[in-house]
C-alpha cells in the first residue's frame, strides 16, 4: 500500500467514524459471558445483550423443526438478543419463537423483542395482545414501532395514540423498554428522535454501504447516542448484497458492523451454518484498526455511493403490505 492511498484509506475512517470515537465506551464496556459470547448495554436501564441477535423474520424461514433447533443452539451457544415482529409470516414467525422459548426456561435465558405494527391506541393495544400470546410470554422486554419508512409514521405514532398504548403497557408491566425502527430514510428517524420522548432504542440499518448513502451510522446512530438510546444494528450484510454483489465476506461485514457503538447487531439467520459463523464473528470479535475501516470503506465508496444496493432506502420492495396499506401506500 502507498503511502497516499493509505492516507486516502486512515481519511475515509476518520471521517466515517468520529462519531464513533467518542461513544467508543459502548465497545469497551463489552463483556464476555462464561459461555464466551461478548455482551454489551442495552437500554436505559443497562441491560446486557449479546452483541449477536437472532432476527425474526429469516429464523422463521427453515422448517419448523430445524428452526427451533436454531434457536436452541443459539441460546445454549449464548445468543440472549432475539428480535421478531407482529406481522413477520403474517404472525407466523412470534409463533415459532414462543414455541422455540416455551420450554427448559429459554423465555428467561433470552432478551425479547417483537414490534408493533399499527399506530394508533386500540391497533397497539390488539397487536400487544396478539404478540404476547404468540410469543407464549407475560411480558416483552422491549417493544418497538415497527417501520417509521413514512414521513407521516412519526406524527400517526404520537397523535393517534400508539405512544399511549405503549406507555400503559410499560406502565402495567407488559413492555419494559420502548423503541422504533426503520431502514428507509434518515429523516422519519431524526423526527421520531425529535419527539419529547425518552426512547430506550433505535433500529437501524448498520453495514458498509451505508457509511456511503444517505448513512444512519453518520447522520442517526450519534443523535441517539447524545441522547442515551441504545442503537440495535440490522441489514449488516445489506440484505447480502454485500456477498452476493460485491464479493465481500460476511464475517469482515459483521465485524465492521460490531466495531461501531451499537449494542446488538440483529442477524438473519436461517441455517446452523449461518448461525455458527455468526457466532464464531462474536466469539472472536475485535474491533477494526482505523486502517481496515479505511481500506472497507474505500474499496466500497464507489459501489455505495448512489444506494443501489441498498433497496431497502432506494425502493419499496422492502416495505411491508400492512405498512404500505396503512400509510396509503398499497
Not at 464466551?36 to 419448523?64: D, F, N, Q
Not at 426512547?199 to 448498520?206: R, V
Request: hydrophobic letters at 35%.
Amino acid at each position: 500500500m502507498s503511502d497516499a492511498t493509505r492516507r486516502d484509506f486512515l481519511k475515509a475512517a476518520a471521517a466515517s467514524l468520529a462519531w464513533a470515537s467518542v461513544h467508543s465506551s459502548i465497545v469497551d464496556a463489552q463483556e464476555t459471558t462464561p459461555g464466551g459470547l461478548p455482551t454489551r448495554p442495552l437500554g436505559r436501564s443497562k441491560e446486557r445483550v449479546s452483541i449477536v441477535g437472532i432476527g425474526g423474520y429469516h429464523i422463521a424461514i427453515p422448517p419448523e423443526d430445524e428452526a427451533i433447533r436454531l434457536m436452541h443452539e443459539a441460546i445454549d451457544q449464548g445468543v440472549t438478543f432475539f428480535d421478531n415482529a407482529w406481522d413477520y409470516h403474517n404472525g407466523k414467525a412470534e409463533e415459532l419463537m414462543g414455541k422455540a422459548l416455551a420450554t427448559g426456561g429459554r423465555r428467561n435465558k433470552v432478551f425479547l423483542m417483537t414490534k408493533a405494527c399499527n399506530r394508533d391506541y386500540a391497533g397497539c393495544m390488539k397487536h400487544l395482545e396478539d404478540s404476547l400470546r404468540r410469543l407464549r410470554t407475560d411480558h416483552l422486554d422491549l417493544w418497538q414501532f415497527h417501520e417509521v419508512n413514512w414521513p407521516d409514521a412519526p406524527d400517526m405514532i404520537f397523535e393517534k395514540g400508539g405512544i399511549k398504548a405503549a406507555l400503559e403497557a410499560q406502565k402495567a408491566g407488559k413492555v419494559r423498554m420502548i423503541g422504533f425502527t426503520g431502514h428507509k430514510d434518515i429523516d422519519h428517524h431524526l423526527k421520531m428522535l425529535s419527539k419529547s420522548f425518552a426512547w430506550d432504542t433505535c433500529q437501524m440499518p448498520i453495514n458498509i454501504l451505508d457509511a456511503h448513502y444517505r448513512s444512519f451510522q453518520k447522520e442517526v446512530a450519534p443523535k441517539c447516542l447524545e441522547q442515551g438510546i441504545s442503537v440495535i444494528g440490522m441489514k449488516g450484510l445489506a440484505s447480502g448484497t454485500v456477498a452476493r454483489k460485491l464479493g465481500l465476506s460476511a464475517p469482515a461485514c459483521r465485524r465492521y458492523a460490531l466495531s461501531l457503538p451499537i449494542s446488538t447487531l440483529v442477524c438473519g439467520i436461517t441455517s446452523r451454518e449461518e448461525l455458527l459463523q455468526d457466532i464464531a464473528v462474536a466469539r472472536d470479535f475485535k474491533p477494526m484498526t482505523p486502517d481496515e475501516i479505511g481500506k472497507m470503506l474505500a474499496e466500497t465508496r464507489e459501489s455505495g455511493a448512489r444506494g443501489e444496493f441498498e433497496r431497502y432506502k432506494t425502493t419499496t420492495d422492502y416495505n411491508g403490505v400492512y405498512h404500505r396499506k396503512q400509510h396509503g401506500d398499497a
